[in-house]
C-alpha cells in the first residue's frame, strides 16, 4: 500500500511560480527545500492511497480557498528563510 500526503505536491506545483515573483529570495534547493517544509507544516495534511483518492485531491487542489491557503503559508515560510537562511550566499 502506498500512502501519500497530496499536499506535498500541492506546494511544489505552486513554489517556483511564487519563487519566480521574488527575485531577490534565494531561489537554492536548501531554501527552497526549507520554505516547502515551513509551508507543509502550517497545512493540513491530505493523505490518498489511491490514485481515486489522488484525483479527488487534485480537484480540492483547484478550489480557490485551498489554493489562497497554500499560498499564505508559503509566502510566510519566504519571510522565514529570507530572515533566517541556513548559508552564507545571498541567491542561487
Known amino acids: ?4 500526503n497530496f499536499m506535498e ?5 505552486q513554489l517556483d511560480g511564487v519563487l519566480a515573483k521574488y527575485p531577490d529570495i534565494c531561489h537554492c534547493e ?3 527545500s526549507d520554505i516547502a517544509a515551513l ?3 502550517q ?3 491530505k493523505y490518498v492511497s489511491t490514485e481515486r483518492g489522488e484525483v479527488f485531491s487534485r480537484v480540492g487542489e483547484m478550489e480557490t480557498q485551498n489554493s489562497v491557503e497554500i499560498l499564505q503559508a508559503i509566502l510566510k515560510a519566504i519571510a522565514v528563510v529570507r530572515a533566517h537562511p541556513r548559508h552564507d550566499h545571498q541567491k542561487a
Open 39 to 41: 509551508a507543509l507544516n
Open 43 to 45: 497545512l493540513p495534511p
Open 1 to 4: 500500500m502506498h500512502i501519500k
Open 30 to 32: 536548501q531554501c527552497k
Open 9 to 13: 505536491d500541492a506546494v511544489m506545483h
